[in-house]
Structure formats: structure tokens, C-alpha cells
């Protein structure tokens, strides 16, 4: 399948982090060995990691912007009506993802829930897509299943889940944000 190319609102898009038996090396990983570990996805409640296998972070309200964030810094000058733009040195990024709160997803002893500050480096992918696929395994083949059933476009990138914070809710449904930073560059975007 093809890069998404009309416009359209990415309401089936998804975020999902690996969780293999033994983890990579970070160092080596090109286009194919990403879409390699999200071959099976297993369940975050009683779900147990193997080979090539991921969760999906279910729920999602809101995701931030992904890419690679500018490194511009504005620099005001002397007598001049406007700043000098300059490009800076980027601090390591991270982002909030808002996601409904299901309890049982993240409680300790689940995969989701370990991960939230246990210091590992994990593999994520977002990928954009604007109609619902046959399933949310990448498709490395590209026979059409999965993720090739339908245009997308793929990211991935290193990072730790480091936060979660629960915000109880009066009137609506209970909300948490998941913190990640990010370890490394954003690889992408790709597409079968």
C-alpha cells in the first residue's frame, strides 16, 4: 500500500511499542527490522512477550505532533526590530499521549504497567491512518495484511516510558497521560 494521499482526519491511527523476549540492539535496526517487531500483538492484561511481538496503547483522546522537533532558537538583536532566528541545540524530546484510563491496562503486573519507569529502551511505532486496516501488525511483505491494507505511514523511534499520571474525572470519562522520551532519532516515514 501507498503513503496516505489524500486529506482525510487519522482516526485510526495507532501507537504501539515492541516487546520482545530478548531486547535489540538499538544499533543496527533499518526500515525492516522495525516493521519486524510488530509481527504478532499480544495483549497488555496476561499478554506475554515473545519474539516479534508488541501492545497497542488503546484509548488514545489526543497525540502530540510527531517528528523530529525544530531546533530554532530566536535571538533578539541590538536595535533591531526582530529577532535573529539561529539554530540551536534540541533538548531530547518527549511526549504526552492522553488516552482514556482503563485501570486493568496499566496495574502492575501487566505489560503496559511494568514498562511505566523501569528505565529500558523500547521500539515505538505511530502510524497514521485515515481508514481502519485489516489489523495493526506491519506488513514487511507487503502482502496487504495488516497495516498494507490500507494507505499509512509509519514512525518509529527509541524511547522509555517514564510517567503516567491518572486525572479522576467528574463529568467525563477518567483520563491519564503517558509520558515518553524519546532516545533516539524519528525513523520514517515508511510504508509498505
Given at each position: 500500500m501507498s503513503h496516505i494521499n489524500s486529506i482525510g482526519a487519522g482516526m485510526y491511527s495507532d501507537?504501539?511499542?515492541?516487546?520482545?523476549?530478548?531486547?535489540?540492539?538499538?544499533?543496527?535496526?533499518?526500515?525492516?527490522?522495525?516493521?519486524?517487531?510488530?509481527?504478532?500483538?499480544?495483549?497488555?492484561?496476561?499478554?506475554?512477550?515473545?519474539?516479534?511481538?508488541?501492545?497497542?496503547?488503546?484509548?488514545?483522546?489526543?497525540?502530540?505532533?510527531?517528528?523530529?522537533?525544530?531546533?530554532v532558537v530566536n535571538v533578539p538583536v541590538y536595535g533591531q526590530a526582530t529577532s535573529q532566528q539561529i539554530k540551536g541545540q534540541t533538548d531530547a524530546p518527549s511526549m504526552e499521549i492522553q488516552l482514556n484510563y482503563v485501570a486493568?491496562?496499566?496495574?502492575?503486573?501487566?505489560?503496559?504497567?511494568?514498562?511505566?519507569?523501569?528505565?529500558?529502551?523500547?521500539?515505538?511505532?505511530?502510524?497514521?491512518?485515515?481508514?481502519?486496516?485489516?489489523?495493526?501488525?506491519?506488513?514487511?511483505?507487503?502482502?496487504g495484511a495488516g497495516l498494507g491494507s490500507t494507505e499509512n505511514s509509519m514512525y518509529f523511534w527509541v524511547g522509555k516510558t517514564e510517567a503516567l499520571q491518572v486525572t479522576p474525572q467528574l463529568t467525563d470519562a477518567n483520563t491519564a497521560t503517558v509520558t515518553i522520551t524519546i532516545q533516539s532519532e524519528f525513523s520514517g516515514a515508511y510504508t509498505v
Open positions: 501507537l504501539s511499542v515492541a516487546v520482545p523476549l530478548t531486547p535489540p540492539s538499538f544499533l543496527t535496526l533499518d526500515e525492516a527490522d522495525f516493521k519486524d517487531l510488530f509481527a504478532t500483538e499480544i495483549n497488555s492484561v496476561g499478554g506475554t512477550p515473545a519474539t516479534d511481538t508488541y501492545v497497542r496503547l488503546k484509548n488514545v483522546r489526543e497525540f502530540p505532533a510527531m517528528g523530529t522537533p525544530p531546533n486493568n491496562e496499566w496495574a502492575d503486573g501487566t505489560v503496559l504497567g511494568d514498562m511505566v519507569g523501569d528505565g529500558l529502551q523500547y521500539v515505538f511505532r505511530f502510524a497514521l491512518l485515515n481508514s481502519l486496516p485489516d489489523g495493526y501488525e506491519s506488513d514487511s511483505v507487503g502482502g
